[in-house]
């Protein structure tokens, strides 16, 4: 029982020890704009958004000019 | 039908070598589209979303290449697309009455390359809460405190986004600034 009562305690303080430390963390911004640039920094695009638009640029029409040297630039 | 060295040469003049077309838009979503996605994703609060309106957002930005004209610098083009996407994904969303569980989409979907577990959660939780206290304030105030969090953005672009002058964008900072900080630290339960 004391075993569990000490591991308990252990937890606890842990716990609280590592809520501490996050809350000095978010405060260590300067301003507003500070802490969301860092979350910005921290929040990367995902590969599928490139993998996408790779995907729907290929799809794009293509230019027609390539109709005029086939039927002839002059008519 | 073989070309002559003529008509090879007109072609060249009217239609731009594809590479180096691609390399330039290349250049300009890598250079862009983080700022792009991340404030698509804290205005929206939903990965899945925020990922397409990115993807419209440079699809369309490719096909209107040409015709920009520079008046503005590319970011703040960009950037007004992006806004203008993300009222009509929230029009949409509120017509449909659509309800998912995006909050939880949200922290499953962003891979993070750090390797400290700790790190991870507390950049997971910094996230979710930084999401929530912007989802506590108006669209006004989440859109001015994106812009503003972008060091790439001047005062007076910031009022064209949005549409009024640098002191009233200089204002309405300051209280979204308050509203925010306010709601940080006493979020709602």
Not at chain 2, 148 to 153: Q, S
Request: aromatic letters at 10%.
């Amino acid at each position: 029982m004391n075993k569990k009562l000490r591991f308990r305690e252990k937890q606890d303080h842990e716990t609280v020890h590592h809520q501490i430390q996050r809350s000095e963390s978010v405060n260590s911004f300067d301003s507003v704009e500070a802490l969301i640039r860092h979350d910005a920094g921290e929040t990367p695009v995902p590969e599928t958004v490139r993998r996408r638009l790779q995907g729907s640029i290929a799809a794009e029409p293509r230019s027609r000019v390539w109709w005029r040297y086939l039927f002839g630039r002059r008519r | 039908m073989t070309e002559t060295a003529e008509t090879c040469s007109a072609r060249k003049e009217e239609e731009p070598p594809p590479i180096a077309e691609c390399a330039d838009f290349a250049a300009i979503y890598d250079g862009h589209s983080r700022a792009i996605y991340y404030l698509a994703l804290r205005y929206l609060g939903d990965a899945a979303q925020a990922e397409d309106v990115a993807h419209d957002v440079f699809l369309k930005a490719y096909r209107n290449l040409k015709g920009f004209r520079g008046e503005a610098g590319i970011r703040t083009w960009l950037y007004r697309i992006a806004i203008n996407h993300c009222r009509n994904v929230t029009q949409t969303w509120h017509k449909r009455h659509i309800f998912s569980n995006a909050d939880e989409a949200l922290w499953q979907s962003a891979p993070s390359d750090q390797p400290d577990p700790l790190r991870n959660l507390e950049t997971k939780e910094l996230g979710e809460r930084i999401q929530r206290t912007l989802k506590a304030l108006s669209e006004e105030y989440r859109v001015i405190l994106l812009l503003a969090a972008d060091e790439h953005l001047s005062y007076a672009e910031m009022a064209t986004l949005t549409e009024q002058t640098p002191d009233a964008v200089r204002g309405k900072l300051y209280r979204a600034r308050k509203a925010f900080i306010q709601h940080f630290q006493n979020p709602l339960p």
